[in-house]
């Protein structure tokens, strides 16, 4: 493990932003990265709910500390972050993206947004004109650089204050070497992750869609299901 991430950049004093920040999957992620020691932003549209966010991560028995925690308004999120993670649900995901150009211009935006359906058969991949969340991303975003990553992490294994180790592979996509080496480095902070390079950004569609397979055998087994690569 230590020698995959050997040459990888150093990300010990970035400030992450989550925008949609309020969800399961944002509220993990925060609680994790603070954990980690990162100042740690969470985004919604209400500054009130984003602050209750914050408050329920930091709370007594979570284990996290407060002080590097702050919810505050998707904008205003965008613009202080140095690092961007995008977990809106997929239904919002191009408004809120279109309303964050300027504030997300120039910066890494990393988009865990998996495109699902739900019905009595279970979760289904949908259909994106673009090809994938990550791609609409990079097509409204043309200022940043976009990057796929954290699709496959349990939310639930993320808030358990009793779970101290993760031991998950994040696959992180992009056509920028640079930003996808940063946010390999970032996943690694969590321990137990390891980000390990998927691809280029057009291959995120089946990453994304790998979640209603990952969903169905969590349902099946009873677990909190991710991946680990091989021979890496």
Known sequence: MAEHNIDLPDVSGLTIGILG?????????????????????IGSRSAERA?????????????TQSKNLRGAENAVVA?????????????GHRALLESLRDELDGKIVIDCVNP???DKQGAYALPVEEGSAAQQAAAVLTGSRVVAAFH????????????????????VLGDDREA???VRALAARIPGFRGVYGGRLRNAHQVEALTANLISINRRYKAHAGLRITDV
Do not use: C, K
């Open 152 to 171: 496959h992490v349990s939310a639930v294994l993320l808030l358990d204050p009793a779970v101290d180790r993760i031991d998950l592979d994040v696959l």
């Open 79 to 91: 613009a202080e972050a140095d690092i961007v993670i995008v977990a809106v649900p997929w239904d």
């Open 116 to 118: 699902l359906g739900f």
């Open 180 to 182: 996808t080496d940063t």
């Open 21 to 41: 920040g309020t969800g399961d999957q944002g509220r993990g992620l925060a609680r994790r990265f603070a954990l980690a020691g990162h100042p740690v932003l």
């Open 51 to 63: 602050e209750e966010a914050a408050g329920s991560v930091a709370a007594p028995g979570a284990r």
